[in-house]
């Protein structure tokens, strides 16, 4: 009898990476690439389309935020876990994904060493939690002070402040997220008023000492 393989779908809009993930993925017998894409609309229809187990979806993609994304996909197909792939540093974004439905986390530099155990992990219906982001996760539990400032951007908004506190400018920003000058100009305005901050070095400061950014 054939066993049952775990169906996944890849969302990632570089072509050289997703073919390095179906590259690990087709060396065990045990899961199936039905399906890839390389941006927020195409994941959404495609988590819609498919009766994946599984999706591996970037957190950074070229037309909308992987936190917004992964919001659209657990509306339409609840089942599937999203196992988000992220260059970000762990803890901040990894904890902001869980929250927003994410089954995992992992970092892309880690993924050749532990995709196969992420996936067949969530596709337990499990968490894949990293010790990192684990630690960031104990030490929001049972904690009676205000959430920190920054939980109260939304989710462009926060990966707008940590593109800034990478030392992006406004314009490198835009054309990094094919979005409008403006439009970011605005999303920085708001994180300014937010988190009452004056200019990008405060955001910058702020973003060190809470380890948003390294």
Same mark, same amino acid.
């Given at each position: 009898?054939?066993?049952?393989?775990?169906?996944?779908?890849?969302?990632?809009?570089?072509?050289?990476?997703?073919?390095?993930?179906?590259?690990?993925? #087709?060396?065990? =017998?045990?899961?199936?690439?039905?399906?890839? #894409?390389?941006?927020?609309?195409?994941?959404?229809?495609?988590?819609?389309?498919?009766?994946?187990?599984?999706?591996?979806?970037?957190?950074?993609?070229?037309?909308?935020?992987?936190?917004?994304?992964?919001?659209?996909?657990?509306?339409? =197909?609840?089942?599937?876990?999203?196992?988000?792939?992220?260059?970000?540093?762990?803890?901040?974004?990894?904890?902001?994904?869980?929250?927003?439905?994410?089954? #995992?986390?992992?970092?892309?530099?880690?993924?050749?060493?532990?995709?196969?155990?992420?996936?067949?992990?969530?596709?337990?219906?499990?968490?894949?939690?990293?010790?990192?982001?684990?630690?960031?996760?104990?030490?929001?539990? #049972?904690?009676?002070?205000?959430?920190?400032?920054?939980?109260?951007?939304?989710?462009?908004?926060?990966?707008?402040?940590?593109?800034?506190?990478?030392?992006?400018?406004?314009?490198?920003?835009?054309?990094?997220? =094919?979005?409008?000058?403006?439009?970011?100009?605005?999303?920085?305005?708001?994180?300014?008023?937010?988190? %009452?901050?004056?200019? =990008?070095?405060?955001?910058?400061?702020?973003?060190?000492? %809470?380890?948003?950014?390294?």
């Amino acid at each position: 009898m054939a066993i049952k393989k775990i169906r996944v779908i890849v969302i990632d809009d570089h072509d050289i990476l997703r073919e390095g993930l179906k590259q690990i993925l #087709g060396e065990t =017998n045990a899961i199936e690439v039905v399906a890839e #894409g390389e941006n927020g609309v195409e994941a959404v229809q495609l988590a819609f389309k498919h009766k994946a187990d599984v999706m591996l979806l970037d957190i950074s993609l070229p037309d909308k935020n992987g936190v917004e994304v992964l919001k659209q996909i657990k509306k339409v =197909n609840p089942q599937i876990a999203v196992l988000m792939l992220s260059m970000h540093r762990e803890d901040q974004y990894a904890v902001r994904a869980l929250k927003a439905g994410a089954a #995992g986390y992992l970092s892309k530099q880690k993924a050749s060493a532990e995709l196969v155990m992420a996936i067949k992990t969530v596709a337990k219906g499990k968490k894949y939690i990293t010790p990192e982001v684990a630690l960031t996760l104990a030490d929001q539990v #049972g904690v009676d002070e205000e959430k920190p400032i920054h939980e109260l951007l939304s989710d462009r908004e926060f990966q707008t402040l940590t593109m800034i506190a990478s030392g992006l400018t406004v314009g490198d920003i835009a054309l990094k997220l =094919n979005l409008s000058v403006k439009t970011v100009s605005m999303y920085r305005s708001r994180i300014l008023e937010k988190m %009452n901050l004056r200019h =990008n070095a405060e955001i910058t400061h702020y973003a060190i000492k %809470n380890k948003i950014v390294e």
